[in-house]
């Protein structure tokens, strides 16, 4: 998956998670919450791979090494 890949499904998974907070937590079934988590595990996993192929490029590495890592990775970062 290259950046424009990356970049892409971000925007699908964004405007996704949008249409759903839309209507609001409280007015969201169980399924529709948990999509919604699923939905932002997604988008934080993609913006992490789009960081790590930024990152191998220009120290010179292959961006195409870059790997997707589990949600509990992603999720563990402190902001």
Do not use: N
């Given at each position: 998956m290259d950046d424009a890949e990356v970049i892409r499904r971000i925007n699908e998974l964004a405007d996704e998670e949008h249409g759903l907070e839309r209507a609001g937590t409280s007015?969201?079934?169980e399924a529709e919450q948990a999509r919604l988590r699923e939905l932002e595990v997604a988008l934080?996993?993609?913006?992490?791979?789009l960081r790590q192929r930024r990152?191998?490029?220009?120290?010179?590495?292959?961006?195409?090494?870059?790997t997707v890592?589990?949600?509990?990775?992603?999720?563990?970062?402190?902001?």
């Open positions: 007015g969201l079934s934080d996993q993609c913006w992490d791979l990152a191998r490029r220009a120290t010179g590495g292959d961006p195409d090494e870059a890592r589990p949600e509990g990775v992603v999720e563990g970062y402190q902001q």
